[in-house]
Structure formats: structure tokens, C-alpha cells
T-cell receptor
Framework: GEDVEQSLFLSVREGDSSVINCTYTDSSSTYLYWYKQEPGAGLQLLTY?????DMKQDQRLTVLLNKKDKHLSLRIADTQTGDSAIYFC????????FGKGTMLLVSP | EPEVTQTPSHQVTQMGQEVILRCVPISNHLYFYWYRQILGQKVEFLVSFYNNEISEKSEIFDDQFSVERPDGSNFTLKIRSTKLEDSAMYFC?????????????FGEGSWLTVV
């Protein structure tokens, strides 16, 4: 079946860039997503990319997609303490398959 | 910004009891979903619903689960006889046709604790 893998933890200093990586197995994925989950809260859609694109930029967020390697990354520029959360990568063909999430900790 | 709303935000129930989790999807959306997240684990797909019927379901969605769209706005998940292992955060999601892409929006979740 489909699988999505992410590193579990990333720690950065405020003001630095953060890069969260994700790999997936389903080559028929049509959309790939990044969701943010703060403690005890729901899943907030951050951004998504269509599978025929290789980059998408949205303010501080840059998504890079390498379809050949099935690798997706999320770059957060000028990371703030408010960005501390769990970030989920998800791929979609008909339903979403999520990774386990990457906990981003931003220290002052 | 439009949002998916879920109630209750937290429910504690005794094992064997029936539970109904409610969702109001975004009003012009056509596809509805339930996902769940057991504490510390992945978010898992349960069921998708389109045109008043289930379009896809996972192995988790067995006979004790059912979904319904009783009126034009609500979308419910019923767990007929809850087990301890049903304790999880249940997320409703919806999506519709959008010129900006297939954006899937999630609610804040309903945290179910079975004791």
C-alpha cells in the first residue's frame, strides 16, 4: 500500500530556515499536502502542490517536489516560535495518506 | 475563511455505548471524509462520502461504524458499540471543486475517550 515517511523531529533557532522532508511511494499521487497541527488542535492546511509542478511558493513557505525521487520538502523561511508544531506530509490520489509527522521545535 | 466545524470537541463514553460525532462541512463542498488519529500515531483514513453514499472505506471502518448525511448540512459518524481502542481524535474533512486545486479542509477534531 501507499506509504509516506518523514523524519520525526527538527530543531531550529528563531530566524533560521527550516526544511522538513518527506518521501512517498505512490507514483499515482495527484496532490501532495503539508498540514500543521498545534498541540491539541486540528489539522491546518498549510499548502499543497499538484504533482505536475516542481515548486510552489507561498509567502514564507516553499514546497519542492521531486517526482522522480518521490521526495517532497517544505521550507519555512525566517522560522518563528509560533511555527513550533507537528507538520504532516500527505499524498492524495483518492484519499489522503499521511506521514507520522515531523515535530518542529523553534527556540528563541 | 470557510471552515469545517465539529461537535463535540471532546466526549468521554463508556465501553459498549453508541457515539455520534457531528460535522458541518464547508457549504459548497461535495466530498466528505472521516479520519482518525490515535494518540501519537498517524492520521488514518476511515471513509469518504459523495453523492449520499460511501465512495471508499478503509479496513478500520467495519460494521460498528456508519456515516450519514441526515440533512443538507450535517455529516455524522456513528460508532455503534465503542471499544477502548476507538479512543482517538476523529477528524472530519471536506473538499469541493475549486479553481485553486483539490484543497481538503479539516475540522478541529472530536476527541473521543472510551473508558
Amino acid at each position: 500500500g501507499e506509504d509516506v515517511e518523514q523524519s520525526l523531529f527538527l530543531s531550529v533557532r528563531e530566524g533560521d530556515s527550516s526544511v522538513i522532508n518527506c518521501t512517498y511511494t505512490d507514483s499515482s499521487s495527484t496532490y501532495l499536502y503539508w498540514y500543521k497541527q498545534e498541540p491539541g488542535a486540528g489539522l491546518q492546511l498549510l499548502t499543497y502542490i499538484f504533482s505536475n509542478m516542481d515548486m510552489k511558493q507561498d509567502q514564507r513557505l516553499t514546497v519542492l517536489l521531486n517526482k522522480k525521487d518521490k521526495h517532497l520538502s517544505l521550507r519555512i523561511a525566517d522560522t518563528q516560535t509560533g511555527d513550533s508544531a507537528i507538520y504532516f506530509c500527505a499524498e492524495s490520489y483518492s484519499t489522503l495518506t499521511f506521514g507520522k509527522g515531523t515535530m518542529l521545535l523553534v527556540s528563541p | 475563511e470557510p471552515e469545517v466545524t465539529q461537535t463535540p470537541s471532546h466526549q468521554v463514553t463508556q465501553m459498549g455505548q453508541e457515539v455520534i460525532l457531528r460535522c458541518v462541512p464547508i457549504s459548497n463542498h461535495l466530498y466528505f471524509y472521516w479520519y482518525r488519529q490515535i494518540l501519537g500515531q498517524k492520521v488514518e483514513f476511515l471513509v469518504s462520502f459523495y453523492n449520499n453514499e460511501i465512495s471508499e472505506k478503509s479496513e478500520i471502518f467495519d460494521d460498528q461504524f456508519s456515516v450519514e448525511r441526515p440533512d443538507g448540512s450535517n455529516f455524522t459518524l456513528k460508532i455503534r458499540s465503542t471499544k477502548l481502542e476507538d479512543s482517538a481524535m476523529y477528524f472530519c474533512a471536506s473538499t469541493g471543486r475549486s479553481s485553486s486545486g483539490n484543497t481538503i479542509y479539516f475540522g478541529e477534531g472530536s476527541w473521543l475517550t472510551v473508558v
